[in-house]
């Protein structure tokens, strides 16, 4: 089966954040970037359906989203493609270009991961798969593969959901799906001379622009009041000034 994965460059959640000083985006020094998380479950599940097929990635980015795909051929991809954009940060801008490059590719199955952790947008699976015209299956635990038959079992509030469709399709990862697999030593060397292709950015261009950016408000510490009868105006009142719950 030919697969596509499409990844992105995140921020480490664990890394502090400051905003730059244009106040619109992320200042980059000091800032650790990874995997995205959720995009692991993806590329794991990529490598064990393969069986014998291409396993492609696809990320949009500036040059520094290379150490994604180079962590990617080092797990076991065969191609990776960097769909060049330093500055693309709109969720409909990013699956346009993506899917440009997935046409191009015309797999038997894309898997994304379920939500990027730095805009938890959770949008580009669906709008790659209007897009591209294919259904679409999101927040996927476990999926079995019958010819050209899908069933897949998701998340949905309160329980699961099974859920059955053909190939092509998309399907968005979601934690659960397998146990990601580590790169090995030897596989991160080898991967650090594997070809990456460039591509430019496709597809429209971004509809949102980002007017400002800031970091939340720190939080004030909380107040402990012992429950008397004489407490209960101050109660009240802190309940309605202050937390504004009343």
Not at 24 to 32: L, S
Request: aromatic share 4%; glycine share 8%; net charge negative.
């Amino acid at each position: 089966m030919n697969i596509v994965v499409c990844v992105s460059h995140t921020p480490d959640t664990a890394t502090k954040i400051v905003v730059g000083a244009d106040g619109k985006t992320i200042d980059p020094k000091g800032v650790k970037f990874i995997p995205n998380p959720y995009d692991e479950f993806a590329v794991e599940e990529g490598l064990r359906r393969r069986d014998g097929g291409t396993l492609t990635l696809l990320c949009v980015g500036g040059d520094s989203a290379k150490e994604t795909l180079r962590w990617g051929l080092a797990v076991g991809a065969d191609k990776a493609v960097l769909i060049k954009d330093e500055q693309r940060n709109d969720s409909f801008g990013v699956a346009s270009s993506l899917a440009e490059a997935i046409k191009g590719i015309n797999p038997d199955l894309v898997l994304v991961g379920r939500q990027s952790v730095d805009y938890d947008s959770a949008q580009i699976g669906p709008m790659l798969a209007e897009l591209l015209d294919l259904p679409v299956v999101s927040f996927v635990t476990s999926f079995e593969v019958n010819g050209t038959t899908i069933r897949a079992e998701r998340d949905v509030e309160g329980g699961k959901e099974v859920v059955e469709t053909t190939l092509p399709c998309i399907i968005t990862a979601q934690k659960g799906l397998n146990e990601p697999r580590y790169p090995k030593l030897p596989d991160i060397m080898k991967a650090k001379s594997k070809p990456i292709e460039e591509r430019a950015a496709a597809g429209v261009a971004d509809r949102t622009e980002t007017i400002g950016m800031r970091l939340p408000e720190k939080k004030q510490g909380g107040k402990v009041l012992e429950f008397s009868p004489e407490n209960v105006r101050e109660i009240v009142r802190l309940l309605h000034e202050e937390a504004k719950v009343i």
